[in-house]
């Protein structure tokens, strides 16, 4: 007899209802339900084929949310954390680079500039 255990046991979930768990299939039955709204609200306004494509665009964001983790989040929790980081805190970071060579011998560099200049003024002076 052999008993299957996850290598992670931390990603096991229960299966409650088909193989899915809690989460899982209340938001597929939610899906479901906004899938056969749409389909009775639009029926009578806009042709079978619409129908059919606006039914799974609108159940597929419920779906998502109840398959959907990344980072160990849930898809709500993930959208809640984007909308905090990007929306409400959102960081501006600005490069601003600093070439340390031309700082440590800055003086000398725009002395050297202030005689080339000098030197090519006087060569401008003198030129017919």
């Known amino acids: 007899m052999e008993v299957k255990i996850n290598r992670e046991i931390r990603n096991y979930t229960e299966s409650m ?3 899915l ?3 899982q299939f209340i938001f597929s039955a ?3 339900g906004v899938a056969v709204l749409l389909y009775f609200f639009l029926k009578p306004i806009v042709g079978m084929e619409t ?4 039914c799974i665009l609108g159940a597929a964001p419920f779906a998502a949310m109840g398959f959907i983790t990344y980072h160990g989040m849930t898809a709500e929790q993930f ?4 909308f905090r980081s990007e929306i409400l805190e959102p960081k ?3 490069f601003e680079p600093t070439n340390l060579y031309y700082e440590a011998l800055r003086e000398t560099i725009e002395r050297h500039e202030k005689e080339a200049l000098k030197h090519h003024d006087e060569n ?3 030129s017919p």
């Open 17 to 19: 209802f088909f193989g």
């Open 21 to 23: 768990s809690m989460r």
């Open 30 to 32: 939610l899906a479901a």
């Open 51 to 54: 129908v059919s494509w606006v």
């Open 79 to 82: 959208l809640l954390t984007w």
């Open 92 to 94: 501006y970071l600005l």
């Open 124 to 126: 401008a002076a003198s």
